[in-house]
């Protein structure tokens, strides 16, 4: 997976308690604290845990789909990444194990001009990520990112493809990142005020979809307010509980690796024991030892 996806854990069923728990990494967080804030993974919901180098889960969702394939289970795997990581050798060692293997798996490439400060143009030649699925010989799309229905029809599509056809599927979706790139980025730097407002304004997808589904009579301006109300109080609850969660214990820094710990790290542990033993007050008083 890729660290920007939690609508997809969201929708598959994962609570706002569970991210809450792996952002302060407590014991009940399912990584046991070892990763990241945001680098979700879930077992139950079938979602491999984020892993933080561009691209690298590209070979990884080619491989899961295709022990499905040779499973035969009636599934596929998904991954998703933007445009930069497009120019990583993960991506094209991916596309092409995939359509030589034939893996039902399904590329989705969120496009949305920027990677951190260099734009498309600086990127690549190409006219986009679609025509490198192409030219690796697996079927591919072009979709409007910032229109949720449009997106919804090719990802269903691409699934019916890829677990009927057993092929893998690229799905390229055109938008932009209105925010920075993260709070060390001003993206104003290196980009004119004018163009982010005119994409936060006239091309934002939530207000393209409120728009339908109001259109429809299914919101309406009162729903939005009590959604936005009991989310807020429900995402507070979430934080404090999971504040308050103590961390794991001190011996899980050293499971889950090997069927058995090597010496190497009983070592360590050792080592590690004794020196928060000497010095207390340098370490969190929160973690079991």
């Not at 070979?59 to 795997?77: E, F």
């Not at 019916?160 to 980025?185: F, N, Q, W």
């Not at 936060?200 to 301006?221: E, H, L, M």
Request: hydrophobic share 35%; glycine share 6%; with cysteine.
């Amino acid at each position: 997976m890729q660290y920007r996806e939690p609508g997809v854990l969201l929708w598959r069923g994962f609570t706002l308690q569970e991210f809450a728990n792996q952002c302060f990494g407590n014991k009940l967080d399912y990584g046991k604290g070892r990763q990241m804030p945001i680098h979700y993974g879930s077992n139950r919901l079938n979602y491999f845990t984020v892993s933080s180098p561009i691209a690298t889960q590209l070979p990884h969702a080619v491989g899961a789909a295709y022990s499905l394939k040779m499973d035969k289970k009636d599934a596929c795997a998904i991954t998703y990444f933007g445009d930069g990581g497009t120019s990583e050798g993960d991506f094209h060692a991916a596309l092409n194990f995939a359509a030589v293997m034939e893996a039902p798996v399904i590329f989705f490439c969120r496009n949305n001009g920027w990677a951190i400060s260099t734009p498309t143009s600086e990127q690549f030649r190409s006219d986009g990520a679609v025509i490198r699925g192409q030219a690796y010989g697996m079927r591919s799309i072009r979709v409007d990112g910032n229109d949720a229905l449009a997106v919804y029809s090719a990802v269903h599509t691409a699934r019916e493809m890829a677990i009927k056809e057993g092929r893998p599927i690229l799905v390229e979706a055109l938008t932009y990142r209105v925010g920075h790139h993260s709070t060390s980025d001003d993206s104003t730097k290196y980009r004119p005020v004018d163009e982010i407002e005119h994409w936060r304004t006239a091309r934002d997808p939530i207000s393209r979809y409120r728009k339908w589904v109001q259109g429809n009579g299914w919101w309406c301006d009162e729903d939005e307010s009590e959604l936005r109300n009991n989310v807020r109080q429900e995402l507070l609850k979430a934080i404090q509980v999971a504040e308050r969660m103590p961390k794991p214990p001190l011996a899980e820094l050293f499971t889950d690796v090997y069927d058995e710990v090597p010496s190497n790290l009983r070592e360590q542990e050792r080592l590690l024991r004794d020196t928060i033993k000497k010095h207390p007050a340098d370490y969190p008083a929160d973690v079991h030892i």
